[in-house]
């Protein structure tokens, strides 16, 4: 069995670089069947990891075989791709390794985008260099070289060419929206966050890529890369994860089921189930913790890592002495039904 596999519409610049893909239907673990009918049907893909362009009669072709062996979905998608006036580029993975073009690295996007996998469940080792950076325009990404020029025919055609971004990832729901969330401000979700159903991402929220929700999360505060928040959890607003990418190191940031982490608190390590971070404090790997009994009375002090993945902890900080202190937190935070009522 196969890893992945997509039939994708994208851009090339001038180059005949890819800059970006478009997978209206990744697949995940493709069975052998449809595996076989693409390979004998698109030149270029061989055994292994590959990304072959493909041409209107080759799509064509590929849509009838995969009709008559009873993919109504895929052959439908290949029917309409041989119609497309953009590049049209067949993507088949056997394994998960590194990838090696740009259209496989946007294959495993759409993966977790598309909740086929969960953050850590793909590699994306060394996917920078192959996300080139680009303008993110009302007509599409455009290669930074190639701006000015369409930013001159535009305007001399009696058009406005909006830049809305200049990054390697573009927003999420440019090529997906999962079913049932609610996001406010899409620019703030990146193409390879996985948001869990249920999930409310308010205007100061954000997801970046291989990051996200398993479920019903109120989002106000910044998932990270990398970082993962159970279901029930809630982030307040200007919170902050440190993910892998912004000095976290190789520890993987997480937050278990029903969480709070308060208004502009933040944490540097994983929580367990249960877990409250009062607003303000920020929980870095190396703070240190003055550990609390039932009575209040200061046990031992330990460093937060020592704490880590443990459940129904309550961060706070001494307001008379400033110290950080930690004591058993048996109250589980409830989020606001009536938020996630109508996704």
Known sequence: MSFAFGIGIGTRNQKHEWLEVYYQQPIHDPDSTLVGIVRDNI??????????????NQLQTLADRLEEAGYADLGALADQASESSLPVVVTLLDTDAEASSTPEVYLKLHLLSHRLVKPHGVNLKGIFPLLPNLAWTNEGAIDLEELPQRQLQARAAGRVLEVKAVDKFPPMTDYVVPKGVRIADTARVRLGAYVGEGTTVMHEGFINFNAGTEGKSMIEGRISAGVVVGQGSDLGGGSSTMGT????????????????????????????????????????????????????EHVQTVKARDLAGQADLLFRRNSETGAVECRTNKTAITLNEELHANN
């Open 245 to 296: 990418l912004s000095g976290g190191g190789n520890i993987i940031i997480s937050l278990g089921e029903n969480c709070l982490l308060g208004a502009n608190a933040g944490i540097g390590i994983p929580l367990g189930d249960r877990c409250t971070v009062e607003a303000g404090l920020y929980v870095t790997a190396g703070t240190k913790v003055q550990v609390l009994d039932d009575s209040g």
């Open 43 to 56: 030149e270029g893909l061989g055994e292994g990891n590959a990304a072959a362009d493909a041409d209107a």
